[in-house]
């Protein structure tokens, strides 16, 4: 089945240490996001990209980074993880966004600083 | 800018009994999108129904179905004979027209008791 692919389901990584989730999608879609959903809050948009065009949230910290080598790969990359940065990360994509576009979602990468 | 206001935080209802999760949102648009997705306790959304502005009709989705009260910029969910697998997060989002990204309200914890 097409779908949106999330690796790893569970990250662990030290304080400080760069780590890398990646996000596959096998749906063709233009767009890709990138969220971060903290414990029993809405999920928070930090960028996304249309095709190539990167879009980055205004209060999205430079800690965080991102990279679409091409339709089907998105990966977000967190240079120096903070205790503050322990969340659930999700991979969203759509067809090009109308009112009327949904946004399909992968299972998720929970990241746990240590 | 589209804002999305879930004000209950939690709910609890026997299984079987129908359940209606409050929506309310504000945007200046003309033309919107209102969705609904549910959270399980492993994190990935999934999509449960959507609405647009100018449906004259509410929307309906097997056991789901969608009270949209336009003039009242209401968006409220209606889950019929609940059943135990129904306890999750329930986000209320939307998109105007355009709009690259999806607004997430603080979402609802739906409890089914048995």
């Known amino acids: 089945d097409a779908m949106v692919i999330q690796n790893p389901r569970y990250q662990v990584t030290q304080f400080g240490k760069p780590v890398t989730l990646s996000c596959s999608q096998t749906l063709n879609h233009n767009v890709m996001y990138w969220y971060q959903q903290k414990s029993s809050q809405a999920p928070k948009l930090l960028f996304h990209y249309y095709d190539k065009d990167f879009n980055n949230e205004a209060d999205t910290p430079d800690n965080f980074q991102s990279r679409r080598p091409n339709t089907s790969f998105c990966f977000l990359d967190i240079r120096s993880p903070g205790l503050g940065d322990a969340a659930m990360y999700l991979c969203?994509?759509?067809?090009?966004?109308?009112?009327?576009?949904?946004?399909?979602f992968g299972q998720g990468t929970r990241l746990t600083v240590v | 800018a589209q804002k999305i206001t879930q004000t209950q935080p939690g709910m609890f209802v026997q299984e079987k009994e129908a359940v209606t999760l409050d929506c309310t949102y504000d945007?200046?648009?003309?033309?919107?999108?209102l969705f609904w997705y549910k959270q399980p306790s492993s994190g990935e959304m999934i999509f449960l129904i959507y609405?647009?502005?100018?449906?004259?009709q509410n929307a309906t989705e097997g056991r789901y179905s969608l009270n949209f009260q336009k003039a009242r910029k209401s968006a409220n969910l209606v889950i019929s004979a609940s059943q135990l697998g129904d306890s999750a997060m329930y986000f209320c989002?939307?998109?105007?027209?355009?709009?690259?990204?999806?607004?997430f309200g603080q979402g609802t914890r739906l409890t089914i008791n048995p």
């Open positions: 609405q647009g502005s100018y449906d004259e």
């Open positions: 989002a939307m998109r105007g027209r355009g709009a690259q990204k999806l607004v």
């Open positions: 969203a994509t759509s067809r090009p966004p109308t009112a009327n576009t949904e946004a399909f």
């Open positions: 945007t200046s648009d003309q033309s919107y999108g």
